[in-house]
């Protein structure tokens, strides 16, 4: 006879403060929040015991920010900043995001909004035997392993965030792409690099924010009649930053700071390129 399991329930069960981040549990995992400015705020999910500090790869900017509060109710928990409220419901862990004014920026979907499946990654033995074979593609020749001893290495996640986008909203980013769009919406985006394609997993929206994916993975956006998420193929954690600003100089501001500035070309650089 087959049995039902119960799924783990996201209720938040414990909440306590740890220097510069809010720590949040329940049955199903632990979600860590950490204010990086007033209107930077760093979110991260993991379903183990403990979540990792390490940064995702090209962020360079891990300063503690500790200037903000936050306060109970008996169905929400609030964090705020100078600039910021999220508004956590203590039923499902979803969060809502304010600015200083009380207007809605962003909402992550009711319930379930955070999904993470985890899965073994293996890694090829050096000395193992190894069959590759050798394909053509658009990019050029490629390598392609088709057998090869593997040991263990680790446990990783395929991370789904689902957000609910508001009705008027437009959405731009995520690099260089071919399809010729402009706004986003509607639309399924791949982010991996290819020829001709330059992925970078940062949104900009015109309600006044950024979301930048931290994950070390190929992505998917999508926003299409079967849901709207950002999808990461294989994640120590789940791990994104929300960037508030009132117009896109201010939230590229926050993106830089993240990031780490541009370096100026050397002068003889400079001139007739293509590729």
Known sequence: MLHAVPAASRKITKVER???RLKLYSDYGLMAIAPVSESIIRISFTRETQITDETGLGIVYD???VNWQFDES???IHLRTDALTL???KETASIRYFDADGKLLLAERGKESKILDSFDAYKVVTQGQTKVDVIKTPDGEKRVVRQADKIFDKKLYRTTLHLDWQKDEALFGLGQAEEGLLNLRGSTQYLHQANMKI???FLLSTKGYGLLLAADSPAIFNDTAHGSYWYAEACIKMDYYFIAGNNFDKIIQGYRLLSGKA???PKWAFGYQQS
Do not use: N, T
């Open 199 to 201: 992925a970078v997993p």
């Open 74 to 76: 008996d169905s929400h």
């Open 87 to 89: 508004k956590i419901s």
């Open 18 to 20: 740890i220097d510069d």
């Open 63 to 65: 300063r503690p920010y």
């Open 263 to 265: 370096v100026m070309l």
